[in-house]
């Protein structure tokens, strides 16, 4: 009844009043509603799926060859000419190396101390542009000297000759080689002292408790407490043979031929090597080199290893049994025809644990010493492509075989699938924005 009584103008500003509020509701309930779906979106936890794209999916362009017979014949006569003449050029270089390498193990054994005789044929071997006409042969001999008063197996002297039945040279290189002498023993191998190599006043600390590279069970010298230098076993078990410093010219061959001992060692060994700090009083020699410093070390007779390059070859261990140390060199002289005689004092013992010393006197080549192996991998390798090739051409000509449709390879068809796509991409935007634009307008009608 009141509101019957209400004149037009206030029924209608009420009317109005009552609109607002509605809409205020409706605000804010968006408003709320917005703030729910923000939160929601907060707590979805992260997912680490990687994002999709050509990299995490593997589709990445890529080459696809298709091994044809018209791409794989040429490719392996290309590779055959190729191996072939470079594994020839390799064979020729390794074969024009000269060399002879004697087993004197057994010279203490089986050489006479009367005479010379032959030493047997399987116990040496040798590669020369002439046939030998003089087998090698070996006399067991004693050395005089006071020095060795006190070790009378250390006297012995293996004096073997040997033919060059032509001019070799110049470069003539001497080394020895070790067979049975397992030198990648890893203890072996890391029992020296990188300090003490660089010069280092190295403590015990530091040769004995070193973590993978330290000196035992050589570090310091059971009796007088003192640090072995330089420590290890490496080092202890020097080779000590020794070699005379020439070839002596024998039966009328003109001169001797000089060796020289230097530059047999790497380069690099200058810096790795370096005269050592130590004070004599401090140090002893390895157990093993008590020969060569009979009465320790003193300030004017300690090692200087910088210079001393059999000893830097020595130190670095060979990873294959047999293997060969250059002791000597000659780089300037032919070693002419004719016999020769080099004298080794005996002093590394290798019978107790079945083990062989040789003199081994090489000349080199362009690829380095007589090794060929290397040119008949290479030889190999073209043989096996011209096979390869004529069996192909063989089996094409014969027996062809019709090739199918690369289209319907399974890359082929990603790619075509990919531009279908990508070509579908924009009509499907504009239906997209047109369909939008009509529920825009339509909703804008309403």
């Given at each position: 009844m009141v509101s019957s009584g209400l004149g037009p103008g206030l029924r209608h500003r009420r009317n109005e009043q009552n609109e607002s509020n509605e809409v205020g509701d409706a605000d804010q309930t968006e408003v709320e509603d917005d703030i729910s779906d923000s939160d929601v979106e907060d707590e979805k936890p992260k997912s680490r799926r990687p994002k999709e794209n050509a990299f995490t999916q593997q589709k990445l362009k890529a080459v696809h060859p298709i091994l044809t017979p018209k791409n794989v014949i040429p490719v392996l006569i290309i590779l055959a000419i190729i191996f072939l003449p470079l594994g020839g050029a390799m064979l020729y270089g390794a074969n024009r190396v000269e060399e002879i390498i004697i087993d004197y193990s057994q010279c203490e054994k089986m050489a006479r101390s009367s005479h010379f005789s032959e030493i047997p044929a399987d116990q040496y071997e040798a590669h020369f542009h002439n046939e030998m006409n003089i087998k090698p042969q070996w006399r067991l001999a004693t050395n005089s000297s006071s020095v060795w008063n006190n070790y009378p197996d250390d006297r012995n002297i293996c004096e073997i000759q040997f033919q060059i039945p032509d001019d070799i040279g110049p470069a003539v290189f001497l080394f020895y080689r070790l067979k049975n002498f397992y030198s990648n023993h890893r203890r072996f191998a890391t029992s020296f002292s990188e300090s003490q190599l660089n010069g280092k006043q190295a403590t015990v600390?530091?040769?004995?408790?070193?973590?993978?590279?330290?000196?035992?069970?050589?570090?310091?010298?059971?009796?007088?407490?003192?640090?072995?230098?330089?420590?290890?076993?490496?080092?202890?078990?020097?080779?000590?043979?020794?070699?005379?410093?020439?070839?002596?010219?024998?039966?009328?061959?003109?001169?001797?031929?000089?060796?020289?001992?230097?530059?047999?060692?790497?380069?690099?060994?200058?810096?790795?090597?370096?005269?050592?700090?130590?004070?004599?009083?401090?140090?002893?020699?390895?157990?093993?080199?008590?020969?060569?410093?009979?009465?320790?070390?003193?300030?004017?007779?300690?090692?200087?290893?910088?210079?001393?390059?059999?000893?830097?070859?020595?130190?670095?261990?060979?990873?294959?049994?047999?293997?060969?140390?250059?002791?000597?060199?000659?780089?300037?002289?032919?070693?002419?025809?004719?016999?020769?005689?080099?004298?080794?004092?005996?002093?590394?013992?290798?019978?107790?644990?079945?083990?062989?010393?040789?003199?081994?006197?090489?000349?080199?080549?362009?690829?380095?010493?007589?090794?060929?192996?290397?040119?008949?991998?290479?030889?190999?390798?073209?043989?096996?492509?011209?096979?390869?090739?004529?069996?192909?051409?063989?089996?094409?000509?014969?027996?062809?075989?019709?090739?199918?449709?690369?289209?319907?390879?399974?890359?082929?068809?990603?790619?075509?699938?990919?531009?279908?796509?990508?070509?579908?991409?924009p009509k499907s935007s504009i239906g997209t924005g047109t369909a939008k634009e009509s529920s825009s307008s339509s909703s804008g009608v309403h």
């Open positions: 600390s530091d040769i004995k408790d070193t973590v993978g590279q330290n000196c035992e069970p050589l570090s310091v010298d059971s009796k007088t407490g003192k640090i072995i230098y330089p420590c290890g076993l490496i080092a202890n078990s020097l080779f000590n043979d020794t070699y005379s410093d020439s070839l002596l010219a024998i039966n009328g061959t003109s001169d001797d031929y000089t060796l020289s001992k230097s530059k047999i060692a790497w380069g690099y060994n200058k810096k790795r090597f370096k005269k050592t700090t130590y004070d004599a009083k401090n140090i002893v020699p390895p157990p093993n080199w008590v020969k060569m410093f009979p009465n320790g070390y003193t300030n004017d007779n300690i090692p200087d290893i910088s210079n001393w390059e059999n000893f830097q070859n020595w130190m670095a261990p060979s990873a294959l049994t047999p293997f060969s140390k250059m002791f000597a060199r000659n780089d300037n002289d032919t070693l002419e025809e004719g016999l020769y005689q080099i004298n080794v004092g005996l002093h590394f013992p290798v019978l107790p644990y079945d083990g062989h010393k040789y003199i081994y006197l090489s000349t080199r080549s362009v690829i380095g010493g007589r090794n060929p192996f290397l040119g008949i991998c290479w030889i190999v390798g073209g043989g096996l492509c011209i096979l390869l090739a004529i069996a192909f051409i063989t089996i094409q000509v014969l027996h062809p075989r019709k090739l199918g449709d690369t289209s319907l390879l399974s890359w082929n068809n990603e790619e075509t699938q990919i531009g279908k796509n990508e070509a579908d991409e």
